[in-house]
């Protein structure tokens, strides 16, 4: 088995070498000048991403999306106590049971706003439904949003609690901003149990381990290859090393497992403007 590894290994060494000989050609795998962002199919992850003018990526973003439960249950700077000089109605309600998945105790907020679009939580739908300048429900609308549901706009769309002071001037006042993103929340992942007192699972540091995985990234341009670093599995080979290849180290333990949500994401956007990429599938599709 370790000749066979060593065999492998030398002509991968033998083709790096070949492959350095002429390094005046750079081919990257993305369409060019791209400056945007993209959620996943699951609306779980958000990423945001640049190519340069030779279709080189060369910034990259990743993001878990919070459902709108956890954006309220995990955000520490929300005071379920407060009071606003001259309204006296309610900022926030407590729902059903039955449309919460982390808390039996949670508090949510009457109104939200999303970009310039507001809501007002409708308790027999369990669901956050748009309204008119009256804080009436409009229906016909898709944007809605379960507590269970993550709110998967573009990073720069701001979201808030707001008040509905019918006898204002100014009817709707922002009180609070709210954060859709476990970086933009600024908190190592975690899940509650149903007492709300104790981690599901020991915490972890989404922002310094997904910040790994996103300069690898930026490094060999491609998921695959990143992965395998992450792996244990370097493309960078280390001739002295070979006796200790039975000792793979992940760089991140249970990094598949933990982030298969982001490295899902990420092949999906190489789908989208990979055109490399592209260009493989379909070749292999034709034949």
Known sequence: MKKLILLVLLTMFGSILVGCQDDTVDEYHFKARRNSYYIDSTRQVLITYETDNLGKMVDL????????????????????????????????VEPQNTCTALSNTLMVPVNIEVGNTRYKYNEEECQYQIVDSYNQYKSGYDEEYFLSDTIAVSPNTPISIVIYDEDAV???VEVQTLFNSVKDLGLHTQRFDEENDDFISPPFHYYHEIKVYEELYLRHQLNETTINEISGFSTEINLLDIGNLDDVTPLIENFLDRY??????MNELEGEIGENLQQESEVETDD
């Open 170 to 172: 100014v009817r709707f």
């Open 260 to 265: 298969e949500l982001e490295i899902n994401a």
């Open 61 to 92: 973003t990743i993001n878990r999306l919070l459902t709108v439960e956890a954006m309220i249950l995990m955000n520490p700077s929300i005071d379920f106590e407060m009071t606003i000089e001259g309204f006296d109605g309610e900022i926030f």
